[in-house]
T-cell receptor, first 116, second 114 residues
């Protein structure tokens, strides 16, 4: 079945450590996104990528980094520079509008990061 | 830039009662509109979407939504709520030009009383 796989589902980190969250999709989608979710704040965009080898900062990119070396993969690194990294992280993908059944985002199951 | 407002943080309904969740958006042209549902600790699942055409759209799980351009609204409705509908609901808007970056509202938490 096609879909988006995020791993790990739960992750604990000590302060000062970098961690990388994995996101893989087999939907053949060009666009991929990382959102951060905190209680009562909805989804906030961290980074997005419309095409391989290109990505753009979202609204809250500080303290995060990404890469897009393959169409299927869009890993997110939470660096030690991120002041408050404890959150639920969601990866998504989409085709841009103009294709059939496009525009909607397909989400992974999320990764919960806790800083100890 | 587009924005989405979900004015209700929490909504409590009794099982079997009707439901309406409000969503207002701000965007200059005709947007792409979506409603998603999220169960605790899970990703988001698409309930329904509006791109063009009929302004009343039907979705999964018995949900529907109506696009009202004059009110910049896209409210979600269900005639009879089931206990399993308790979840977080998100309205989202996507733009039709440039980089495609959907924007989400803050969400409405639905509580269902037996």
């Amino acid at each position: 079945d096609g879909g988006i796989t995020q791993s790990p589902k739960y992750l604990f980190r000590k302060e000062g450590q970098n961690v990388t969250l994995s996101c893989e999709q087999n939907l053949n989608h060009d666009a991929m996104y990382w959102y951060r979710q905190d209680p009562g704040q909805g989804l906030r965009l961290i980074y997005y990528s419309q095409i391989v080898n290109d990505f753009q900062k979202g609204d809250i990119a500080e303290g995060y980094s990404v890469s897009r070396e393959k169409k299927e993969s869009f890993p997110l690194t939470v660096t030690s520079a991120q002041k408050n990294p404890t959150a639920f992280y969601l990866c998504a993908s989409s085709r841009p509008p103009g294709h059939v059944n496009t525009g909607e985002l397909f989400f992974g199951e999320g990764s919960r990061l806790t800083v100890l | 830039a587009q924005s989405v407002t979900q004015p209700d943080i929490h909504i409590t309904v009794s099982e079997g009662a009707s439901l309406e969740l409000r969503c207002n958006y701000s965007y200059g042209a005709t947007p792409y509109l979506f409603w998603y549902v999220q169960s605790p600790g899970q990703g988001l699942q698409l309930l329904l979407k509006y791109f063009s055409g009929d302004t009343l759209v039907q979705g999964i799980k018995g949900f529907e939504a109506e696009f009202k351009r004059s009110q910049s609204s896209f409210n979600l409705r269900k005639p009879s709520v089931h206990w399993s509908d308790a979840a977080e609901y998100f309205c989202a808007v996507g733009t039709s030009g440039g980089s495609y970056i959907p924007t989400f509202g803050r969400g409405t938490s639905l509580i269902v009383h037996p």
